[in-house]
């Protein structure tokens, strides 16, 4: 399973890869008002998702026939498959005619795409958009319960859907786009809402508080810990690696882990602190305050990336609803002392 070296870098997006990106799914039937809310939603289908040692989940998807794998990697935009893991599948690839306009993957210039049907749980998205990463880029193909492991699920997908998030039960619903506010945050508790965007790449990015200074975030799947970009703690917070005061973590092989800091992730009416905060030495974020129409410190001429980003630690203290034609997040905060029927009930019939 990969675990990111460098960031997805765009120069420019490609039609293909935008064009038909926000293709239908296929609806389910309405389901009951969502515990004595006013908001009528359609559960389109529930998805069992599986934890790996590494803080990544695998979300089980059906793609030109066959039942495999994905890593959930919300850290990117575009659909990614592995070419090591689809060589047999003699799927219609199409050549990116992009001139000087390139897009990389780990140093690997990617110069083919598919455009392929593919389902979650029991709802398909039609010809959807998947860049091919050459075989030389992925060291190896990885398996999981007798299932390979063949691309990454990235963000792009919910611009067709919404989304209900729930890392700490393991689970991810989708529900057809509404908009119903915070009600949609059916399951009750305090909500936290925050306006999003997705950039050129399909990334969805939101600004977040840390340390009381706003900041472009986004959801990281691929790791345990949170990460922020060493350029920005330089520029806004004062320290970097070589800073007093960091910690780590010994690995099995004797060496260190990257260093990180505790600090405090704050919205309206979300606090938590003493959050673990790895740096995260990027080379390619140049930071600045309000480079778009979302405010806070974002990176300059980059896309696919933000200065910090959520890990799947910190993903399971939050029960997460994604709207996407609201362009809103919400969140509450997962009570880790409630049974799993207890935070289900009220939910829409699954």
Not at 252 to 269: D, E, F, K, P, V
Not at 298 to 321: M, W
């Amino acid at each position: 399973m990969l675990r990111r070296v460098n960031p997805l870098l765009w120069l420019a997006v490609t039609a293909a890869l935008i064009l038909g990106s926000e293709q239908s799914v296929q609806a389910g039937q309405p389901q009951p008002t969502a515990d004595g809310k006013s908001c009528q939603m359609k559960k389109l289908t529930s998805i069992d998702v599986r934890s790996v040692g590494t803080g990544q989940f695998l979300v089980p998807v059906r793609i030109a026939g066959r039942d495999v794998w994905m890593s959930l990697a919300l850290e990117e935009g575009i659909l990614t498959l592995y070419g090591a893991a689809i060589a047999d599948w003699h799927l219609n690839t199409i050549r990116m005619a992009n001139g000087s306009r390139r897009i990389m993957f780990m140093g690997k210039p990617i110069t083919d795409m598919v455009r392929e049907d593919f389902s979650l749980g029991t709802q398909g998205f039609q010809s959807w958009p998947m860049i091919v990463v050459p075989a030389s880029a992925i060291p190896s193909v990885s398996s999981f319960e007798g299932k390979p492991i063949v691309g990454q699920l990235a963000a792009r997908f919910l611009t067709a859907v919404d989304a209900e998030i729930n890392l700490a039960y393991s689970n991810i619903t989708l529900f057809e786009q509404v908009k119903c506010g915070s009600a949609a945050a059916y399951w009750g508790g305090t909500v936290t809402a925050v306006h999003f965007e997705f950039d050129q790449t399909g990334l969805l990015h939101f600004p977040m508080q840390l340390e009381q200074q706003e900041i472009q975030t986004s959801f990281d799947t691929s790791s345990r810990y949170s990460r922020i970009s060493t350029e920005v703690t330089k520029k806004f917070f004062g320290f970097d690696e070589q800073s007093p005061g960091l910690q780590s973590e010994p690995q099995a092989n004797g060496t260190r882990s990257h260093s990180y800091r505790a600090m405090a992730l704050t919205a309206a009416g979300l606090d938590i602190k003493d959050a673990r905060i790895e740096l995260w030495t990027t080379q390619s974020c140049r930071p600045d305050r309000s480079l778009s129409r979302l405010n806070g410190i974002g990176c300059q001429d980059v896309y696919g990336i933000t200065p910090f980003a959520i890990g799947t630690d910190l993903l399971k203290q939050l029960h997460i609803y994604i709207a996407s034609k609201e362009h809103m997040v919400y969140f509450t905060r997962v009570d880790p002392s409630a049974p799993v029927a207890a935070v289900a009930a009220g939910a829409p019939a699954r």
